[in-house]
């Protein structure tokens, strides 16, 4: 069990850099352009992880087995709602607002997760998986309703884009948590490494299908864009922190990440996942304070308290949860009187 919790721990400390990061990359490219690369690196990455690997974990039959229609069709949803979708809103929306409000929005993914579980059916609610999401959505709403917070938003949120692009990062989470909560035994059906390159195949065909509406829109007047499609200057031009900022994303916080979620989720439940992104609050905060000199207030910090307060009842429920399943008769013989521990066989 440490194992799984330690792996989505680093997920949440390379995701919480995710804003800050894209702060630096995006002030020098467009953001589907941002989007297609790091599907493209992913998509190549996993390609390579799996030749390497998948190979010697399963059975060369089993390994060749061509996969049935509905399969990819279930991979393609899989990437629309946990690559595609998820990333266009997020990087759409990362320049209009400020990388504290979007750690902030993140943790509702947890939120997002459990209702959808429960609506698949995946999941039934519990007390103490409900109490934490509660108790995660007070530390967000009192986040957000910090007096003093416009100091952290500078002027970014004076923009007329600022609530739509706070929508669009809303939007984003319930897409990665719908991801969460469908994927189930996939990967470790297919392999972790074959999933995930599938995964971002699909999501690298799409959202170079839609970079390419954007340029074909603009090219036949449906709409004007006045900013470069690629880069907005040369590359001889870029700085420095553009390049840092983009291997962090490329590797980071996309290869490394995508691979010990996808390992995780064969080892936790869905609720869990989403529950330990509240953390990326923790550490998207501070990182935003460390790189981008947005302020942290005192009750931003009374309210991710709670935030962790939830992560921690998540993992609690999970690890009740799983002792319970895999010593049942155990407990029924210790809850039972003596005269039934007798009559069990």
């Not at 109490?131 to 509660?134: D, F, S, T, V």
């Not at 938003?153 to 970014?156: L, N």
């Not at 994927?183 to 699909?202: A, C, E, I, K």
């Given at each position: 069990m440490l194992a799984p919790l330690?792996?989505?721990?680093?997920?949440?400390?390379?995701?919480?850099?995710?804003?800050?990061?894209?702060?630096?990359?995006l002030s020098h490219a467009h953001p589907f352009f941002v989007v297609v690369l790091r599907s493209a690196f992913a998509t190549l990455f996993f390609l390579l992880l799996s030749l390497l690997f998948d190979r010697k974990q399963r059975s060369p039959d089993d390994f060749e087995t061509v996969l049935s229609r509905a399969t990819h069709l279930r991979l393609v949803v899989l990437a629309f709602f946990g690559?595609?979708?998820?990333?266009?809103?997020?990087?759409?929306?990362l320049p209009q607002t400020s990388a504290s409000i979007t750690s902030?929005?993140?943790?509702t993914i947890a939120l997002f997760t459990l209702l959808f579980s429960v609506w698949s059916g995946r999941e039934k609610f519990q007390s103490l998986t409900l109490?934490?999401?509660?108790l995660g959505g007070f530390g967000v709403a009192s986040v957000l309703s910090s007096g003093s917070f416009s100091a952290a938003?500078?002027?970014?949120t004076a923009h007329s884009g600022a609530h739509w692009a706070n929508a669009l990062n809303v939007m984003s989470a319930a897409s990665y948590a719908f991801y969460l909560s469908q994927?189930?035994?996939?990967?470790?059906?297919?392999?972790?490494?074959?999933?995930?390159?599938?995964?971002?195949?699909?999501g690298f065909l799409m959202n170079?299908?839609?970079?390419?509406?954007?340029?074909?829109?603009?090219?036949?007047?449906?709409?004007?864009?006045?900013?470069?499609?690629?880069?907005?200057?040369?590359?001889?031009?870029?700085?420095?922190?553009f390049w840092i900022g983009l291997g962090f994303l490329l590797l980071g916080a996309t290869a490394l990440t995508y691979f010990l979620n996808t390992w995780a989720l064969q080892r936790v439940k869905p609720s869990l996942v989403g529950g330990f992104v509240c953390l990326q609050t923790l550490f998207g905060l501070f990182l935003s304070?460390?790189?981008?000199?947005?302020?942290?207030t005192p009750l931003m910090i009374f309210g991710s308290i709670f935030i962790l307060s939830g992560v921690l009842l998540l993992t609690l429920a999970s690890t009740e949860n799983r002792f319970v399943k895999k010593f049942p008769r155990q407990l029924q013989m210790t809850s039972a009187p003596e005269n039934t521990q007798r009559s069990l066989p």
């Open positions: 330690f792996a989505l721990l680093c997920v949440q400390l390379l995701f919480g850099g995710l804003p800050v990061a894209s702060k630096f990359v690559i595609t979708f998820n990333q266009l809103a997020l990087f759409v929306a902030i929005i993140t943790p109490i934490a999401i509660l938003r500078i002027s970014t994927v189930g035994y996939l990967p470790t059906r297919l392999g972790s490494f074959r999933f995930s390159f599938w995964l971002f195949f699909y170079s299908a839609a970079w390419c509406g954007l340029w074909l829109g603009r090219t036949f007047g449906w709409w004007s864009l006045p900013d470069s499609l690629l880069l907005k200057s040369e590359v001889h031009a870029l700085p420095s922190s304070g460390v790189f981008l000199q947005e302020t942290l």
